[in-house]
């Protein structure tokens, strides 16, 4: 009687320890493919900072662009401020318009990616290379959006382990303060071209005021 039961013992304390060993080997597993999508992310990252640059890094194709943002954090700017939703209900034209006045506007660190159906524009966050700003359109003006752009999981704004650093704080809600600000302007200056009635008097005031 005792034979069969110390067979099946074995038997039991193998069948867990190849449970463990697989778990083991699916924990490891998971621990390299992170690390490999991390390093994968972080050489992305650099190429959108530096890529056609006077520098070895080639500047990003729209493709790899699309990957890495599978591999970062993106918040929408409209939880910052509700009025951006309007951006969605913009024409295509008006968003040709948009993407060619941020290129004046933040000519140092405006990018650029596209394919024939989208057009991924980047503002670089001059003070705190960890975050950019991105507006997504597509050619036929059907999706729009503007969005934070974090290269690692945030916590309040910030990477988790620098969090406590102030002055990333400050120059991340600068950078997205300073791209809503110009939208939020920019929007409320279309609408006063296409309300012709309310412009003469505008700029009529504008006037009396100097």
Request: hydrophobic letters at 35%; a negative charge; charged letters at 25%.
């Given at each position: 009687?005792?034979?069969?039961?110390?067979?099946?013992?074995?038997?039991?304390?193998?069948?867990?320890?190849?449970?463990?060993?697989?778990?083991?080997?699916?924990?490891?597993?998971?621990?390299?493919?992170?690390?490999?999508?991390?390093?994968r992310r972080d050489e992305l990252w650099k190429r959108v900072l530096y890529g056609g640059l006077p520098t070895s890094m080639h500047l990003l194709s729209c493709a790899e662009?699309?990957?890495?943002?599978?591999?970062?954090?993106?918040?929408?700017?409209?939880?910052?401020?509700?009025?951006?939703?309007?951006?969605?209900?913009?024409?295509?034209?008006?968003?040709?318009?948009?993407?060619?006045?941020?290129?004046?506007?933040?000519?140092?660190?405006?990018?650029?990616?596209?394919?024939?159906?989208?057009?991924?524009?980047?503002?670089?966050?001059?003070?705190?290379?960890?975050?950019?700003?991105?507006?997504?359109?597509?050619?036929?003006?059907?999706?729009?959006?503007?969005?934070?752009?974090?290269?690692?999981?945030?916590?309040?704004?910030?990477?988790y382990e620098e969090r406590n650093l102030t002055a990333n704080i400050e120059a991340e809600q600068q950078h997205i303060s300073d791209v809503i600000n110009f939208a939020c302007?920019?929007?409320?200056?279309?609408?006063?071209?296409?309300?012709?009635?309310?412009?003469?008097?505008?700029?009529?005031?504008?006037?009396?005021?100097?």
């Amino acid at each position: 009687l005792s034979t069969p039961s110390a067979a099946s013992q074995v038997v039991l304390n193998t069948t867990i320890m190849d449970e463990q060993m697989e778990g083991l080997k699916t924990h490891f597993e998971n621990i390299v493919k992170a690390a490999q999508s991390h390093v994968r992310r972080d050489e992305l990252w650099k190429r959108v900072l530096y890529g056609g640059l006077p520098t070895s890094m080639h500047l990003l194709s729209c493709a790899e662009f699309q990957e890495l943002l599978q591999l970062v954090t993106i918040s929408p700017l409209e939880h910052f401020d509700p009025k951006l939703t309007a951006l969605q209900k913009q024409t295509k034209r008006w968003y040709r318009d948009f993407i060619l006045a941020l290129e004046e506007r933040f000519n140092d660190s405006f990018k650029s990616f596209e394919n024939s159906t989208d057009i991924y524009t980047v503002i670089i966050n001059e003070g705190w290379h960890d975050m950019f700003v991105m507006l997504i359109s597509d050619r036929d003006g059907h999706q729009q959006g503007l969005y934070a752009v974090y290269r690692k999981p945030k916590e309040g704004g910030i990477p988790y382990e620098e969090r406590n650093l102030t002055a990333n704080i400050e120059a991340e809600q600068q950078h997205i303060s300073d791209v809503i600000n110009f939208a939020c302007c920019y929007l409320w200056v279309s609408v006063l071209e296409d309300t012709p009635s309310l412009s003469p008097r505008l700029r009529n005031g504008s006037r009396n005021e100097k």
